[in-house]
Each structure stands twice: as C-alpha cells, then as structure tokens.
C-alpha cells in the first residue's frame, strides 16, 4: 500500500512538474516599482506616503530599497545645503543691518540718544 502511494505521488509531482520533457516554465519577471519617485521635479512629502515598493519572496527587494533611500538621501542633503546657504546669506544681511552707523539716527539726521 506505501509503495503504490509513492508511486502516485511521484506520479503527480512529475505531471505537475513537466515530467522533465516538456517546455520548461519561462521565468518570472521580477515585480517593479509601480510609481517611482519624480525624476522631474523635488520628492514631496505626498510622493513619499504614495510610495510603495516591491515585495520579494524574502522582504523588500534591495535594489529598489536602495534606489528610493539614494535618492531621498541625496534629496534631504540638497535642501539641508539651501537651507544652511539661506541661514548664512540671513545672518549677513542681519550683520550687516546692526553694524550700519546709521541705524539709529532720524531721518532728518540727528541722534536719537
């Protein structure tokens, strides 16, 4: 009875498998990123909660995990850079404001001390 079993089995497992004579089952292809990120304009925050990236039989696939961190990476840089280049063009106008000597005179020329 055990051995007529195995024989089913290995019988159904080669059907289902192809018998190792038939066509071999074509690749699949890898799942995508549906959305990527903009390619022409900065990431928004929308952008960010819309994202939503391709599963693998192990998690996350690491190509497109580590394309999506690259770019908001390089992203977070580039606005930290404008954000430090505005904070000392700020400091430099407000410098220069207080040293003026004129800055606590009226406007008909005399002191206001």
Not at 14 to 28: H, I, K, R, S, T
Not at 102 to 112: A, Q, T, V, W
Request: glycine share 10%.
């Amino acid at each position: 009875m055990a051995v007529a079993m195995v024989v089913v089995v290995a019988a159904v497992t080669l059907v289902v498998v192809g018998g190792g004579d038939g066509e071999v089952l074509p690749e699949a292809a890898p799942e995508g990123l549906v959305d990527p990120l903009p390619e022409t304009r900065p990431v928004g925050r929308a952008d960010v909660e819309a994202l939503r990236l391709p599963v693998a039989a192990r998690g996350y696939r690491m190509a497109d995990v580590d394309d999506v961190l690259a770019r908001l990476g390089a992203e977070l840089a580039e606005r930290d850079a404008r954000i430090a280049e505005l904070e000392a063009a700020l400091a430099g106008a407000q410098a220069q404001a207080v040293s003026r000597p004129d800055l606590f005179k009226k406007p008909g020329g005399e002191d206001e001390r």
